[in-house]
C-alpha cells in the first residue's frame, strides 16, 4: 500500500476558499470486477459480463446528464470510474447519486464502479494548474487504459465524453481503447434504440435552452435558496424547521403545507403544520421535496381554506374562506429534491396559440394537480396533443416561473384504458416490467403433466404434519396465490393446537438471487382493479408456494399449545414443515359452516365423490374446527380489546346484476365473521414472531410500528361527535375504542360508521423499522394495541415478510446451532435502508391532510378503481337514470358547500350549495332543489342558504339528502366524481330497500363490463389498434383476474373512493 497526499479546495461558510490536505492511500489489489479477469483479483460480488461486443466507460458529464439512458437495460458493459461517480455525488446532489448508487447494485443491471483513485496503477495526481475538469477527464482515461491491459486486450473499451479537446487528444492514441461522443456512441453501436436516440435529443435540447435562458435572464422571478451549510446551521439553532413540502391539491396554486420533522437545540411551541401561502413563497420547492422553512411574523400568519374547491387551473382564493390563523412561512432553501417522473399533457391547439411565439417551447400540465406546469423544449408538440406524456424535470431556476423539464416516452391516447392505467403505474412511480429469462432460470420447474414433488433430502428435515393435522385455507373466490392455511387440534394431554402455516417462499427464493432482487425492488404485489402486478414469477405464487388443497408443500408453522377452556397460551413452537391442505375454502362456505347452513356444502369441491359416512365424517370435523378456530379469535381478539385495539370503518362493494348480466348496482358489502376469525390468527402469528426475532436479533429485526395520531388530527372527529351528542375521548387508544363503542344512533347506524372512518383518517401511518434504529418504547403499534408486531403471513405478496422469514430461521439456527452466518440477515444500517424503501414503496405521494399516508399500492388500487367508476356513470344519463341517484349523509361542513358519503357506493364527495354564478341551493315545497340568488351561512355544525326573497334551507351534520351523480371530465387530469344535491330529504325507493336487505346477491365484474366496451370502441375505431393494446397488455399485465369480484374479495379493504379509510397493519 503506498501513501501519498490529496489537495482539495473546498469553500468555507464564508465563502473562503480553503486548501485541504488529505491523506491518500494506493493499493494495487483493488478488484476490476471483470468475468474476464485473469490475474488474482477477487470475485465475489456483482462482476462485469464478458458477453458483450466491448465495454463503455462514461466521462463525468455523460454520467451527469446522460444517466437516464445509462440506465437503459440494453446498454451493457458499463464501467463507471470512482473519479464519475464521485463528480455526480458532489455536482448533482444526494438524489442523483442514490440513483446513480443503485443502478450499480441493480444485478438486472450490467455495470460496475471500479474504484480508479485507490488503485495505484491507475490513480492519477492533479498536475499545477490543471482545471478540475480536464483532470477527471484525464483521469477516467488513464483507468480506461489500464482496464483495457488488465483485461489482456481481450474486450475493447469505448470511453464516451462530451469534451472535444479529449475525443482529439485521446481518440487514437491507445490501441482498443476508442474515445467517442455520447452522440456518436448512440449512432454507431445503437442505431436503432429509437428510445434513447429521442431522449438524447431531448436532454440536449433542454440543456441548450437552459443554458441560453441562463445568459438572457436577468430578473428573478423567486429568491435564491440558502447554502446548504447555512440551512443546515439554522435548522440546527431553531431558526429554519425543517419539513417534507405536500401541497393541496385542491388549492395547488396557492396553499401548500410542511409537516414538521423535528426540531433543532431551539424549543419551539409549534404543534401543527406550516402553512405555505402563495407560490413566491414556496419558492419553487415541488410537492414531496424536503425543505427548510423560516416562519413569518406572526402578524402575517394566514388560515387553512375552508371552502370547497374544484380542481381547477386558477384558484380563486377567497379571504373569506380561510379558518383561524396558523403558523405561516415560506421556503428558504431544497434540502432534498425528490423530484419523479410525471405524467403531463399538451396543450390543446387553442392553447398553444395563446402560448407565445416559440413553438419548440411548451407549457405541459401535470396529471397530478399539486405538480406546477412545466416547461419543456419541443418539436412534437402538436403530434403528441392526444397523447399522455412522461417527463422529467431538470431545473427551476429563480429567473423562471416555471421549472424546465424533458421529454422521456409516450404513454397512450388520452381516454385509452390501457394509456390511463399506464398513466396511474408512472404516478405511483411503479415498474412493473415482465419477468427476465435469467429470474425465471432461478424457478423450479412444475407443470400439469410433471408437477413439483417434495425433495426427500428436504423432507428430512422438516417436521411433516401431512397425517397428523387436519389444515385448510380460507380465502377469497379465485384467489390463487394462497399464502396461509390455519388447523386447530386436540392434543393428547386434553389442551388445544392452535396452527398457523405460512407458505415457505424463501426456500425457493435465495437471498440476493436475480429472483430476489427484483422482489426487493418491487417490494410488494399491486392489485388494480383489472389485474395484478405480482411480486413473484407466478410459477411460485399461484403454484409452488401456494398453499393449495390436496397438494404437498413446504410451509413455515407456528404452533401454539392453547389451555382447553381459558385458550391461554402454554407454549409456542417455530419449525418448517411438510403440509397437505385438506381444504381450500372460500369466505362465503366457512360462514355458511359455521351458522349451520348445509345448503354451502355443494360449494366445497373436496367433499364432493365421496360417500355420505366419510361426507358427514369429514364435514363434522371441518365444522369442529371451524367453530373452535372462531371461538379461540373471539378470545384474543377480546382480549386485544381491552388493551385499546381499534375497530375502524372501511367500505367494501359487491357488484349486483340484471338479467341481463348488465350492471345494475353497486352494493358495499357486509363482512362475515369468518373474516375476523383469518384475520385474528394471522395478527397472531405476526406477533409472535415479532417476539421471537427481535429477542435474538436486538439491533437487527425488521419490525412493523404504528406511532400514536396527532391529537389536532382528531378536532373534526371530536367536533361531530359532539353534533350528535357524543363525546369522544382520544387520550389513548383504549379510550377512543370505548369512546367509539359508546357513540352510537340506534336510529341511524351510518353516523357510527361515519365516525369510525374520521377515526382512520386521523391515524398516522404505519411503517417498518430496524429495532436498531429506535428504543424499545417506541416499537408499540397503536391500532391493534400490540407492543410488538411485524409482518410474517404474506411471503409471496410482500418482500417485508420474506425478510421476516429470514430472520426466523436464523433465530431458531441459533437457538440449535449457536451461530448465524453473516449473509442469513441484515445489518442494522443495511436494514433500515430497506425499510426505507419498502416504505416508499408504500407511500408515495406524502400525506393526507387528515394525516395519514396514502400507500403507494392502495393509491395505484384506489385510483384505478375510480378511473372505471368514471367509465361507468359516464355511459349513464343522470337526469333519466336511477342509478346515478342515492341517498348521501353529510359528514363534513364547509363555507360554501357539504361533504357527502354516499352509503349505496361507498363513495365520499363534496356537494356545492353555491355554484360558480353565486347562486345558492334553494329548496321548494316537495323539497326538491334549484339554484337561486342569495348568500350562505356556515355554523359548526350546519350551514343555512337564504335566497334574497327570503326562503331558507339549512342542512347539518349527519342529515340524509339525495344527491345525483355525476362525472366531471378532465383533459389534464383523471375524470372525477361529483356529487349534486337534488332534494333535502333522504333517498328511498322499493328498489334499493330490496337491494340493502338482499345480502347474497349475483356477483359480477364492473371493470371486466368497461374494458369490453372500451375494447370494443377501440376495436371499431381502429382494427390496427388491437395488436397495439396486446404489446401494451404484454408489458403491463402480468396476471388478469377472472372478475372484478374475485379482486374485491383478495383486497379485502378495498372501497372505490376511501381505500384510506381502514387502519394499516
Request: proline share 4%; net charge negative.
Amino acid at each position: 500500500m503506498l501513501r501519498t497526499e490529496k489537495v482539495l479546495q473546498l469553500r468555507g461558510q464564508q465563502g473562503r476558499s480553503v486548501r485541504v490536505v488529505r491523506e491518500h492511500y494506493l493499493r494495487p489489489d483493488v478488484p476490476c470486477r471483470s468475468a474476464l479477469c485473469r490475474a488474482a483479483c477477487p470475485r465475489d460480488g456483482k462482476l462485469l459480463s464478458d458477453d458483450v461486443t466491448h465495454y463503455v466507460v462514461p466521462d463525468c458529464k455523460v454520467v451527469q446528464d446522460y444517466l437516464e439512458i445509462l440506465e437503459f437495460p440494453e446498454l451493457k458493459g458499463i464501467i463507471f470510474m470512482q473519479t464519475a461517480c464521485q463528480a455526480v455525488q458532489h455536482q448533482k446532489g444526494r438524489r442523483q447519486y442514490n440513483k446513480l448508487r443503485n443502478l450499480v447494485k441493480d444485478a438486472r443491471h450490467d455495470c460496475i464502479v471500479f474504484a480508479n483513485e485507490f488503485h495505484q496503477h491507475s490513480y492519477l495526481p492533479r498536475e499545477k494548474g490543471e482545471s478540475m475538469e480536464k483532470w477527471q477527464t484525464r483521469s477516467i482515461y488513464n483507468a480506461a487504459v489500464w482496464y483495457y491491459n488488465h483485461c489482456l486486450g481481450q474486450m475493447p473499451v469505448v470511453m464516451v465524453t462530451e469534451d472535444e479537446d479529449a475525443i482529439r487528444q485521446y481518440g487514437n492514441e491507445t490501441e482498443g481503447v476508442f474515445v467517442i461522443s455520447f452522440k456518436n456512441y448512440l449512432d454507431n453501436f445503437w442505431p436503432d434504440l429509437k428510445a434513447a436516440h429521442e431522449l438524447f435529443d431531448s436532454i440536449l435540447q433542454t440543456r441548450r435552452e437552459r443554458e441560453s435562458e441562463s445568459q438572457e435572464n436577468n430578473g428573478k422571478e423567486y429568491p435564491e435558496h440558502l447554502p446548504v451549510e447555512i440551512l443546515e446551521a439554522g435548522i440546527k439553532s431553531g431558526r429554519y424547521i425543517q419539513g417534507t413540502l405536500n401541497v393541496n391539491k385542491h388549492r395547488a396554486q396557492v396553499e401548500a403545507f410542511v409537516r414538521l420533522q423535528g426540531f433543532g437545540s431551539k424549543e419551539t411551541e409549534l404543534q401543527s403544520d406550516i402553512l405555505i401561502y402563495g407560490a413566491r413563497a414556496r419558492n419553487r420547492a415541488i410537492h414531496g421535496d424536503v425543505v427548510a422553512v423560516e416562519l413569518l411574523p406572526l402578524q402575517e400568519w394566514k388560515g387553512r381554506t375552508v371552502a370547497l374547491c374544484e380542481n381547477e387551473t386558477e384558484d380563486k382564493a377567497l379571504a373569506d374562506t380561510s379558518g383561524d390563523p396558523m403558523p405561516t412561512g415560506k421556503v428558504v432553501g431544497i434540502i432534498q429534491k425528490n423530484w419523479r417522473d410525471y405524467v403531463v399533457t399538451f396543450p390543446s391547439k387553442e392553447e398553444s396559440q395563446s402560448q407565445g411565439r416559440n413553438a419548440q417551447k411548451v407549457l405541459v400540465t401535470p396529471w397530478d394537480y399539486r405538480i406546477p406546469k412545466i416547461r419543456i423544449s419541443t418539436q412534437q408538440a402538436e403530434a403528441l396533443q392526444e397523447y399522455r406524456v412522461v417527463v422529467r424535470i431538470d431545473s427551476w431556476e429563480s429567473t423562471s416561473l416555471y421549472p424546465n423539464g424533458h421529454f422521456v416516452r409516450v404513454l397512450g391516447k388520452i381516454g385509452d384504458l390501457e394509456g390511463e392505467i399506464a398513466a396511474i403505474l408512472v404516478e405511483n412511480s411503479i415498474c412493473v416490467a415482465p419477468f427476465s429469462e435469467i429470474q425465471m432460470s432461478e424457478m423450479p420447474t412444475s407443470s400439469s403433466k410433471n408437477p413439483w414433488k417434495v425433495n426427500p433430502e428436504e423432507e428430512k428435515k422438516r417436521l411433516d404434519l401431512r397425517d397428523t393435522h387436519l389444515i385448510f385455507s380460507i380465502d377469497p373466490k379465485g384467489c390463487e396465490d394462497v399464502d396461509d392455511a390455519l388447523s386447530v387440534r386436540t392434543l393428547p394431554n386434553g389442551n388445544l393446537e392452535l396452527g398457523v402455516h405460512i407458505a415457505d417462499v424463501t426456500h425457493f427464493v435465495a437471498a440476493n438471487s436475480y429472483t430476489d432482487v427484483e422482489a426487493r425492488a418491487r417490494a410488494t404485489t399491486y392489485y388494480l382493479a383489472d389485474r395484478r402486478y405480482d411480486m413473484l414469477p407466478s410459477v411460485l405464487s399461484a403454484d409452488i408456494c401456494s398453499l393449495l388443497s390436496g397438494v404437498d408443500r413446504y410451509a413455515v408453522s407456528v404452533l401454539w399449545e392453547l389451555e382447553k377452556e381459558s385458550y391461554e397460551m402454554l407454549r409456542v413452537c417455530y419449525n418448517k414443515t411438510i403440509i397437505r391442505s385438506a381444504y381450500k375454502l372460500v369466505y362465503e362456505a366457512a360462514q355458511g359452516l359455521l351458522d349451520g347452513d348445509t345448503n354451502v356444502v355443494g360449494d366445497i369441491p373436496e367433499l364432493k365423490n365421496l360417500d355420505e359416512r366419510t361426507k358427514q365424517k369429514k364435514l363434522a370435523d371441518l365444522v369442529w374446527a371451524i367453530s373452535k378456530l372462531t371461538d379461540i379469535a373471539r378470545h384474543v381478539r377480546a382480549k386485544r380489546d381491552s388493551c385499546g385495539a381499534l375497530e375502524l370503518e372501511g367500505v367494501e362493494i359487491r357488484v349486483q346484476l340484471d338479467d341481463k348480466n348488465n350492471i345494475h348496482d353497486l352494493i358495499p358489502k357486509q363482512p362475515l365473521e369468518v373474516h375476523e376469525t383469518v384475520a385474528e390468527c394471522m395478527i397472531l402469528a405476526n406477533h409472535w414472531v415479532a417476539k421471537k426475532i427481535s429477542e435474538h436479533f436486538l439491533h437487527q429485526a425488521l419490525l412493523r410500528q404504528h406511532p400514536p395520531p396527532r391529537q389536532e388530527f382528531f378536532t373534526e372527529l371530536r367536533e361531530c361527535a359532539s353534533a350528535k351528542g357524543f363525546s369522544i375521548d382520544t387520550r389513548s387508544n383504549k379510550a377512543l375504542a370505548e369512546s367509539l363503542d359508546k357513540a352510537n344512533d340506534p336510529l341511524d347506524p351510518i353516523v357510527n360508521k361515519l365516525l369510525r372512518s374520521m377515526a382512520t383518517h386521523a391515524m398516522s401511518n404505519a411503517v417498518y423499522f430496524s429495532t436498531g434504529s429506535c428504543p424499545e418504547e417506541e416499537f408499540h403499534h397503536y391500532g391493534l394495541a400490540l407492543e410488538k408486531y411485524t409482518h410474517f403471513t404474506s411471503p409471496i405478496r410482500r418482500y417485508a415478510d420474506i425478510v421476516v422469514h429470514r430472520l426466523l430461521m436464523a433465530a431458531t439456527l441459533k437457538e440449535t446451532k449457536g451461530d448465524v452466518k453473516d449473509n442469513d440477515v441484515f445489518s442494522n444500517k443495511d436494514l433500515q435502508e430497506l425499510c426505507k424503501h419498502i416504505n416508499n414503496r408504500n407511500r408515495v405521494g406524502g400525506f393526507s391532510f387528515c394525516g395519514g399516508c396514502l400507500q403507494a399500492a392502495q393509491r395505484a388500487q384506489k385510483q384505478s378503481t375510480e378511473l372505471f367508476q368514471c367509465m361507468y356513470f359516464k355511459d349513464k344519463t343522470p337526469e333519466t337514470d336511477e342509478r346515478c341517484v342515492a341517498d348521501g349523509v353529510i359528514y363534513s361542513i364547509r363555507t360554501n358547500g357539504v361533504l357527502v358519503f354516499v352509503p349505496r357506493y361507498g363513495i365520499k364527495g363534496a356537494a356545492y350549495m353555491k355554484n360558480k354564478e353565486g347562486l345558492v341551493i334553494a329548496c321548494q315545497g316537495d323539497k326538491s332543489c334549484e339554484w337561486k340568488p342569495g348568500s350562505l351561512h356556515r355554523f359548526q355544525n350546519k350551514i343555512t342558504s337564504t335566497t334574497t326573497t327570503g326562503e331558507s334551507v339549512t342542512l347539518s351534520l349527519f342529515d340524509h339528502i339525495t344527491v345525483k351523480i355525476l362525472v366531471q371530465t378532465s383533459r389534464c387530469h383523471a375524470d372525477t366524481i361529483k356529487l349534486e344535491i337534488t332534494r333535502n330529504a333522504p333517498y328511498q325507493t322499493s328498489d334499493t330497500e330490496v337491494s340493502q336487505k338482499n345480502l347474497h346477491m349475483v356477483k359480477s365484474d364492473l371493470v371486466k363490463e368497461v374494458s369490453q366496451s372500451a375494447e370494443a370502441a377501440q376495436r371499431a375505431q381502429e382494427k390496427a389498434r388491437v395488436d397495439v393494446i396486446d404489446e401494451d397488455y404484454q408489458e403491463y399485465c402480468q396476471t388478469k383476474g377472472a372478475s372484478l369480484y374475485q379482486l374485491l374479495e383478495e383486497i379485502r379493504d378495498l372501497a372505490l373512493l376511501d381505500v384510506s379509510a381502514d387502519i394499516r397493519t
